[in-house]
């Protein structure tokens, strides 16, 4: 039976037989006819022929495998150091895509414009100052205030301005159906408008916060108006004999109109806190 032969560094091996050196092409020995087995001569000299392993990489440093031998070499180096094979940039920059996963990036929720409104609104209340309700009722402080501060400005107006006033505008004994019907169309207008307001409001409709109070206050307006008109003959005669004194009461009840709506401003700021 023939002996295994030991493959030596050169491409010569050593006859086991005589102990001459034979090629390791050849199936015998040509000085004394010993056979060697085929495959033993190859794996021979497949296992000189194998390259060394890579150097291996510093600790921490990324590698990748070769595309030509397999072994591990770093991404830091232009060839392998155990086939030789070179590598070009791009290979080695899609060497290092292939490695990194990319990381999903998750996307953005799509938030319906009812909700981003309904957010909206809420930041917005909770930055502006609390208001609290628009007035409602003429028995509102702030619909009084507004409404005696009117007052006070045109009756001031007229009581200091009444010898022009007197110049072109006729007189009330005789046009008493003229200077009653003016302040209830006031009435009708403030009392239409906060009707409309609330429907439109209620319909879902945005309004101004101050247009609710405002027409209750030209409706209260044009009930003291009112009032006023059919007070004619007595305040005709305290303009005839002082009006600065009424101008002065005029006055008064400017100021007074400032504090009633500031106390109502105060108190409805504080229950809605």
């Known amino acids: 039976m023939p002996k295994k032969i030991e493959v030596e560094e050169d491409s010569d091996v050593t006859c086991p037989v005589c102990g001459k050196p034979v090629g390791l092409t050849i199936a015998s020995c040509p000085h ?29 440093e990324e590698t990748a495998e070769c595309p030509v031998c397999g072994s591990t070499v770093s991404l830091a180096v232009s060839s392998c150091p155990s ?13 290092i895509e292939v ?51 009117i007052l006070g400005i045109i009756g001031s107006q007229i009581a200091f301005m009444i010898d022009w006033y007197w110049t072109w505008v006729p007189p009330i004994e005789d046009n008493l159906g003229l200077f009653v019907a003016l302040p209830a169309v006031i009435i009708v207008v403030g009392l239409l408008v906060f009707m409309l307001i609330k429907k439109a409001s209620a319909g879902g409709k945005k309004v101004p916060r101050t247009m609710p109070g405002m027409s209750l206050s030209i ?6 108006g009112l009032v006023l008109i059919m007070l004619w003959d007595p ?34 700021a504080k229950s809605a806190a």
């Open 219 to 224: 409706f209260l307006f044009g009930i003291l």
């Open 83 to 95: 086939c030789g094979a070179e590598f070009e940039e791009e290979e080695v920059e899609e060497i």
């Open 32 to 60: 004394c006819g010993a056979e060697f087995e085929e495959e033993e001569g190859e794996a021979a000299e497949k296992e000189e022929r194998k390259p060394a392993p890579a150097q291996a990489a510093a600790e921490g």
């Open 99 to 149: 490695e990194e996963r990319a990381v999903p990036v998750p996307k953005k929720k799509e938030v319906p414009v009812e909700v981003e409104e309904a957010v909206e609104e809420v930041e917005a209340a909770e930055e502006a100052p609390a208001l609290g309700e628009a007035p409602s009722s003429i028995t509102d402080l702030r619909v009084i205030g507004v409404a005696l501060i």
């Open 235 to 268: 305040l005709n005669s305290a303009l005839q004999s002082s009006s600065v004194g009424v101008g002065g009461a005029f006055v008064a009840v400017l100021i007074v109109g400032v504090l009633v709506m500031f106390m109502g401003n105060k108190m409805t």
